[in-house]
């Protein structure tokens, strides 16, 4: 199947996905016994900080490909997917505190996860600050690849890190898919997943084509300011 | 393996020399360490409430702070007289550059943190003496990591468009970690406890250093490429 074959039927898939997803947290599934209804928010809340780490885990990837082979389609990969994950990461932190607020009381506390998230959050802010205004396109890539690198190492340590030295916040059993009462709510919550990694997947698609447009017209900008 | 460490010590006796020649930058961060002490120690009042519990805080972004000072001179001294072309053009493998430059920090860091804490402790009336050599074992610990990561990213910083103002937003996002487990270990040892308590935090911030120390080493090559 060719390429664009399958990311255009990504692009179909994805909304409609979303969708059937929202009806099924909001609809089909029971509610939590002691949180209630704003507990829903957890079968997307889940799904968002998966594609997050997912998406730092292609920056790592493509930054040790371009450092690698030098070709541009890495560093076209490793800015998609970075500003995508940055998104997710984004959804991530908004709708946490909204749960958090309900279920506790409170919008913040610096738990093991919250913490870790809000990390990642930061770096790749970081990262997309340099690439935002960092340098000129040559040094850029390469700046961005040691940035991606150095940053993406950092957060599994700070993950299983947190996890082993610091004290958990007692309700904090966000991705414990076994700790799911019902049935109902397993199977929600492993659609929910699917359905958020095909829209990241699917955005994912769009930003390296639009990325690599970009360096199309660049090229094009350079081959043209050459020749006057 | 000689003439690696000849290089090495070749660009610390260089950077070293030139901050002695001149003790701009020791003099601007020791003075902006002090500043970051009193500044806090006006902030939050220190009569009232109870320092112990705010002091290693304090004492790590008083470091953080003037650190960022230290990492952006010793990248930035190197861009006058295309003195990092001329670097790069020395028969020195590139890694001997990073660790030479990360010792270098590391001495001119770990001078002003030694002035600082006899200051931070005057000022805010924490008790050093008593758990100094634990104290010195955790900061040299956490700085070994701060001088690590920050060589490599000022390494970045100092290349791109943004200069010296990127330093701090690419570093200290990273370098969190290191600070909370360098802070909780510098409050267990400052409280009279024995360092076995601050085991865990000590790991932690060891398993760090050896990463940055790793990274900078294989990918700083990437940094300074023409």
Same mark, same amino acid.
């Given at each position: ?11 179909? &898939? ?45 920056? &790592? ?21 970075? #500003? ?29 996860? &919250? *913490? ?19 340098? #000129? ?29 610091? *004290? ?45 447009? #970009?360096? #199309? ?6 081959? &043209?300011?050459?020749?006057? | 393996?000689? %003439? ?19 003790? /701009?930058?020791?003099?601007?961060? %020791? ?5 970051? @002490? ?29 650190? @960022?000072?230290? +990492?952006?001179?010793?990248? !930035? ?17 590139? !890694? ?27 000022? +805010? ?22 001088? %690590? ?15 010296? @103002? ?17 802070? /909780?270990?510098?409050?267990?040892? +400052? ?33 300074? /490429? /023409?």
């Amino acid at each position: 199947m060719r390429a664009s074959t399958i990311s255009r039927g990504l692009d179909l &898939l994805a909304l409609p996905l979303i969708a059937i997803g929202m009806a099924l947290a909001f609809l089909y599934v029971p509610g939590e016994r002691t949180m209630g209804d704003v507990q829903r928010i957890f079968y997307f809340h889940v799904p968002f900080a998966m594609s997050s780490f997912v998406g730092f885990a292609i920056v &790592l990837v493509a930054s040790l490909g371009y450092l690698k082979t030098r070709r541009d389609a890495w560093d076209v990969v490793a800015e998609a997917a970075a #500003e995508v994950g940055f998104l997710c990461c984004t959804i991530v932190l908004l709708t946490g505190p909204v749960w958090a607020r309900s279920a506790w009381g409170v919008w913040w506390t610096w738990d093991a996860r &919250l *913490t870790t998230t809000l990390i990642l959050w930061m770096v790749y802010a970081a990262y997309l600050v340099l690439r935002a205004y960092g340098a #000129e396109d040559a040094k850029l890539k390469r700046y961005a690849a040691v940035l991606g690198i150095v940053g993406a190492l950092n957060v599994p340590i700070v993950y299983f890190s947190v996890k082993w030295f610091r *004290t958990q916040h007692p309700s904090s059993t966000f991705f414990t898919r076994e700790g799911l009462p019902v049935p109902a709510m397993a199977f929600t919550l492993r659609f929910c997943l699917i359905a958020v990694l095909i829209l990241f997947v699917t955005l994912l698609l769009k930003r390296i084509q639009v990325g690599r447009l #970009e360096a #199309e017209r660049d090229q094009l900008r350079y081959e &043209l300011d050459a020749r006057e | 393996m000689n %003439a690696y460490l000849r290089g090495v010590f070749g660009v610390l006796r260089k950077d070293l020399r030139l901050e002695w020649r001149s003790r /701009e930058a020791m003099t601007a961060m %020791a003075f902006f360490s002090l500043l970051v @002490v009193v500044l806090f120690g006006f902030s939050f009042q220190t009569e009232k409430i109870d320092v112990r519990t705010t002091a290693p805080g304090l004492l790590w972004v008083a470091f953080s702070f003037s650190g @960022v000072l230290g +990492l952006n001179r010793s990248f !930035s001294l190197e861009r006058e007289n295309g003195a990092l072309r001329a670097l790069m053009l020395a028969p020195l493998d590139r !890694s001997a550059i990073f660790v030479g430059k990360m010792l270098s920090n590391l001495v001119m860091i770990g001078l002003v943190e030694a002035l600082t804490v006899p200051l931070f402790s005057v000022l +805010l009336r924490v008790p050093v003496l008593s758990c100094l050599p634990q104290l010195t074992l955790v900061t040299c610990l956490g700085t070994l990591g701060f001088a %690590a990561v920050g060589t490599l990213l000022a390494g970045i910083s100092s290349g791109s468009r943004m200069r010296e @103002v990127l330093l701090p937003l690419i570093l200290y996002p990273i370098w969190i970690p290191i600070l909370v487990a360098s802070v /909780e270990a510098t409050g267990t040892v +400052l409280s009279g406890k024995p360092l076995s308590e601050a085991g865990d935090w000590l790991t932690l911030i060891g398993v760090f250093d050896l990463v940055f120390l790793g990274v900078g080493f294989l990918f700083f090559e990437a940094v300074l /490429e /023409e």
